[in-house]
């Protein structure tokens, strides 16, 4: 079992201490302090926005080459594919792009201040399919109480996956959140010139549907954390499918 972290107690001073959870700050604060770290090198001026899950950097080095006045940051918890993203973006002298290795629950308050993220894109998320392994899965509703603080008002989610009833059950959670408007894709800045991920090719090179979605976050800068996104739809009990033979490992 992970030590307890003598400093969490410090870490709870910190801004971000509120949005994180005692029992994460308490086991995860080597973690959370390796993010601190990696902020002090790698400052991001604003406008930023994330993508989550960035993997190789198809999509990041898209959003990157369009729009050079925006930082984008991809955050990956698999650090060979953070090498990899990072290799791209530097061959081509986009510094405007940058990717750390982390858990996007925790980097995602640690490095910003509330209302200041213009996007989050979650591209093709792992679909925890096995229904003990369904509170795994990153989008449920802690993710999306953070995403509507951590958002500007009028900022933007976009969710793309091929997994189709965690699909229907983000759409249904968003539907009925009192936090979040649903928007055309094209409305969101530079979806005009998005490239593929990784994946989404995968999905157009085999025929495989996939489905995507916008919102806008309705906060505003006077907005609360709030507790719970005031509804009673709990993505992690939504019914999942079970897919044994396609995806044994997840
Ligand atoms: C199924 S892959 C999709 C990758 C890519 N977005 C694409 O569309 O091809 C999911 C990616 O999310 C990453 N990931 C999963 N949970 C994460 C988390 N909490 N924080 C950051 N990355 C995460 C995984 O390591 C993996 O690279």
Redesign the pocket.
Known sequence: MTPMNPNWAELKKQPFGQYIPDEVLQYRSDEIERIIAWARENPLPLPAEIE????RG??LLGLTRGRRDVSFLG????LG?CRIAMRKLEREGLTNGHVIH????LALPVLFQPHTVDAIYV????PWWKRKHARRR?LDDSFFETAHVFLKPGGFFVLKTDVLDYFDAVEEYLKSSPCFEFVDISEVPGSDSWTL????RHCLEDNLPYKQLAVRNLATEASELPKTTLIDKKLVKHNYSYHPDEHKNN
Request: glycine content about 4%; aromatic content about 8%.
């Open positions: 989550i899950g960035s993997n198809c999509f955050i990956e918890l698999k594919l982390a858990d996007a629950k591209l093709f998320p792992d990153l991920s990784t994946r989404e």
